[in-house]
């Protein structure tokens, strides 16, 4: 019913910037929040930043002052501005939202497929 699609991942050296997107798609009634994890291989995944409806943000202590989340309610995105990154931020970043699809049901959580971010050294 919903479907999260993140976009903007790649390879960038340590100091440099990078963007991520993602977009939601489908039924959606009211998104409750929207935010970014991150997962290396062996681990688990990890809250990178999140933001409520309310304006509210949320972020890892290890990205505070670093990256930056933005929410777009009328085009139902999510974007992480990612700055000064260093090689500890190489990871998978999965998109994710509670979304309600419907007003008399409860939100659900959605992930994305996930997008890979390199910081070589």
């Known amino acids: 019913q919903v479907q999260l699609v993140e976009s903007g991942g790649g390879l960038v050296q340590a100091g440099g910037s990078l963007r991520l997107s993602c977009a939601a798609s489908?039924?959606?009634?009211?998104?409750?929040?929207m935010g970014w994890y991150r997962q290396t291989p062996g681990k688990q995944r990890n809250l990178v930043a999140s933001?409520?409806?309310?304006?509210?943000?949320t972020y890892a202590d290890s990205v505070k002052g670093r990256f930056t989340v933005s929410m777009d309610n009328a085009k139902n995105t999510v974007d992480l501005q990612m700055s000064s990154l260093e090689p500890e931020d190489t990871a998978v970043y999965y998109c994710?939202?509670?979304?309600?699809?419907?007003?008399?049901?409860?939100?659900?959580?959605?992930w994305g497929r996930g997008t890979q971010v390199t910081v070589s050294s």
């Open positions: 994710n939202a509670h979304i309600k699809s419907f007003s008399w049901r409860q939100a659900s959580e959605y």
């Open positions: 489908g039924r959606i009634f009211r998104i409750n929040d």
């Open positions: 933001f409520l409806s309310n304006g509210t943000t």
